[in-house]
Structure formats: C-alpha cells, structure tokens
C-alpha cells in the first residue's frame, strides 16, 4: 500500500449523489476494490461505508462516511451519505465542500425525485463539474441505458451543468463481486479515469472580483486606516478602487498600499492574508464584520432567497414549527445581524428536520453572494443552517 502522507499528489473531494437505492454506496466500495487491485487503496466493504459514523457539522448530526483513496493521479476524500437527510444536510451545512461529484442513476429507474433534487443543491453549494454513472446496466437493454443518458443529459443541461459531461455505463454491484464482462471492473476503471481527467484540480478564484471579509482594523498615524482580512478570492492591487460594504454602510476608497508581513507590496491574491492601506477612511467607520470588495461588485441588499435547514430537537433545534415573519440572528462570515425569514408562497410552515426555499430580509444590507453559508441561532443555539441561493433588489 502506497503512503498517501509523502506523495505529492493533489487532493480532491468528490462524493456520490443521486436517488435512494440506485447504488451510490455499491459504487463507493467497488471503486476502492478496483484501486485495492492496482496496490493504490484498501478495500472498504458496503457494510463499513453504509454504516457511517455520525459527525457534527455546525451543531448538526450528519451520517456520512470519509473513505479516502488514490488513483495514479490524485488523492481524493469521497463522501457518501447513507440517507437522503444526511445528504442535505451535508450540502446545506457546507459539512465537506465537494470539487466534483458522481451522479448514479439506476438503468432501470432513471431521473427520480432524489436524483433533481441533489443535482439542484449541487448546483446551489458551487459544484461545476459532475460525472454521470448510470449504473445497473446488468440488468438492463443497451437502448434503455441510451435513453437514461438522455433524460440525464437534459436535466444537467436544466440544471445549469455541462450537458457535454461524461456518461459512464456500468454495475457497481458486477464490479463489486468481480464478475467479468464490460460494464463490470472496466466500468469501475472508466469511471476512475474520468474523474481524474474530467474533475480539475482545485483552484483558487484568481479571476473574480477581490473581496476580502475584513478580520480586523487599525490606524497608522500619520498614514491612515489599515484593514486586515484573508483574501477569499481574486486579486487585489495598489490604487484599486474599492468599497467597503456591512451594516447598511457604504464607502468608496482606494487603496492606497498593500502589506503582508509589513512588507509592502504592489499586488496579492486570493488565499494571501494581508493589510490594506484605505484612502480617506476613518478608523471608527470601519467595524469587524464588514468587507472590502472591488468597486461595483457586489449586489449590495438585505433581501436573499436562500435554502434552509431546520435543526431537529434531538439535533439541539427547536421543537415548534417556523412559521412566516420567523425573526432571529443570522450569522456568516464574521458578522451576524437581526433577520426576518418568510417562506415561500404555498409553503405554510417548515417542521424541524425539514428543509425549503426561503425569503430573508436582513436589518442591514450585507454583502453575500450566491453559495455562502449561514446559521440562524435562538439564545446562541444553532436551530437552522442554509446558503444563499439569489440576492433580491
Ligand atoms: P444507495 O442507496 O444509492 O447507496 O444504493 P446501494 O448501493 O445501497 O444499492 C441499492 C441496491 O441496489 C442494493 O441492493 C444493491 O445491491 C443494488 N445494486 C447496486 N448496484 C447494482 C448493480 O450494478 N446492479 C444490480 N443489479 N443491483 C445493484
Ligand atoms: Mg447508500
């Protein structure tokens, strides 16, 4: 067995998503049976990944399993949720932010409610890249595997995802009990090419806007106002114009110097931590939890649809159902502010353990984007979880 802990290989998380019953966690394990054969992972067996272990994740209790392996290429952390439930609250609660995932669909039942409903959160949590195993094809007729492929295609391309993507035939379960013919281990194979080939190594955002979520302040006599903050995506230089945003205030400034390890320098990019010299801005205008981001680029409201999951009593979440005007503390990021939350028209109410679309009207204007994660806490409990879905005029 090869040590993953001194290769050099690039690390990936993907996951298993799709209906319950179309064999995501046959799938998982016959996958770590092929590579156990070429010496690059130890077999985990259906039974050691369908019983997962609970985790916490944002005060809520996930069942999922981590089963680590490599390929000749890459190493990759694999999550697979023996539950629907588990699953989104997986997603909504950011618990492991996936590079990619397999979609397994079932030749014999094809789309099925599960099977949109992950695609849409996937879309929701930021995924871009998605391989397709239609999986099953033992028991079925190569026209029925042709006509999944393009009920699948169609709904990638619904769901804002590449419709060109990679359509894997195959059975997990062949492979699993090693049994010959095409769609049994060399499925497994393709599969495994495919997303070393099809899934990119994970990147820094380099090309968005600059936005830093600013940690900390101070002032520098005779100089000005400097604000700390890990830049969480694009590239920021001296002279950029820029705003900084959080509580409903506004203001335009340039910057005027940029340092990391009072070092000055001309530009920095996301991942680096550093200082910013502003043009013009007080110290007491600047508050923690506020963030600095190039001029124009964000929808600056309090007005967001989101996507929520209500905490159930045994996960420490409230016992009475969320009706509309529901008002408490949202928190993300380094701030949190008073939010009203209603729900959608024709929902009336959402149970705890439930999830849904829903309205929040923030006290202040804050800047969030789409796929940025919140709690929603009563007396500092964390009763809900959710991303940002759109932000509303
Ligand atoms: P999950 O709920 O998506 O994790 O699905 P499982 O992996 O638990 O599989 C559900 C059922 O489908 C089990 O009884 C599996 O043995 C069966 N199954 C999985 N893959 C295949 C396959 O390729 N062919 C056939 N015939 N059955 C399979
Ligand atoms: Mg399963």
Redesign the pocket.
């Known amino acids: 067995l090869r040590n993953y802990s001194t290769d050099k290989k690039v690390h990936i998380n993907i996951g298993?998503i799709?209906?319950?019953?179309?064999?995501?966690?046959?799938?998982t394990a016959a996958m770590t049976k092929v590579l156990q054969k070429d010496g690059l992972s130890e077999f985990v067996a259906?039974d050691q990944i369908?019983k997962a272990p609970e985790e916490k994740a944002r005060g809520i209790t996930i069942n999922a399993s981590h089963i680590g392996y490599s390929t000749i290429k890459r190493h990759y952390a694999h999550t697979?949720c023996?539950g629907h439930a588990d699953f989104i609250k997986n997603m909504i609660s950011g618990a492991s932010q996936m590079d990619g995932a397999i979609l397994?669909v079932?030749a014999d039942d094809g789309e099925m409610p599960q099977t949109r409903e992950h695609l849409l959160l996937a879309k929701q949590v930021g995924i871009k890249k998605i391989v397709v195993f239609i999986?099953?094809?033992?028991?079925v007729d190569q026209e029925s595997l042709e006509l999944v492929e393009l009920e699948i295609r169609e709904l990638l391309d619904t769901f804002g995802f590449d419709s060109e993507a990679p359509v894997i035939y195959?059975?997990?379960?062949?492979a699993l009990n090693g049994q010959d013919g095409e769609y049994s281990e060399n499925s497994i194979r393709k599969l495994l090419n495919t997303i070393d080939n099809y899934i990119p190594d994970p990147q820094r955002d380099l090309n968005s806007p600059f936005w830093i979520p600013i940690d900390n302040a101070f002032s520098v006599t005779g100089r000005g106002t400097v604000v700390v903050g890990t830049i969480i995506r694009g590239v920021i230089k001296k002279n950029d114009e820029c705003e900084l945003l959080g509580f409903d205030s506004r203001r335009k400034t340039t910057v005027g110097d940029i340092q990391v390890f009072k070092k000055s320098i001309p530009q920095a990019a996301a991942g680096d931590h550093v200082g910013v010299l502003l043009r013009g801005v007080k110290l007491n205008s600047v508050d923690r939890g506020m963030q600095l981001v190039a001029k124009g680029s964000i929808k600056y409201t309090n007005r967001f649809k989101a996507n929520i999951y209500f905490l159930t009593r045994e996960e420490g979440g409230r016992s009475k159902p969320i009706l509309s005007r529901y008002s408490q503390q949202l928190f993300s990021n380094t701030w949190n502010v008073p939010c009203r939350l209603d729900l959608e028209k024709g929902i009336e109410m959402l149970l705890p353990g439930e999830h849904g679309p829903v309205n929040l009207t923030l006290q202040w204007k804050m800047p969030m984007i789409n796929s940025q994660p919140f709690t929603i806490r009563e007396n500092n409990i964390t009763v809900a979880t959710g991303i940002i879905t759109e932000s509303l005029e």
């Open positions: 298993t799709g209906h319950v019953d179309h064999g995501k966690t046959t799938l259906y369908d697979d023996p397994v079932a999986n099953k094809a033992d028991i195959g059975s997990a379960l062949s």
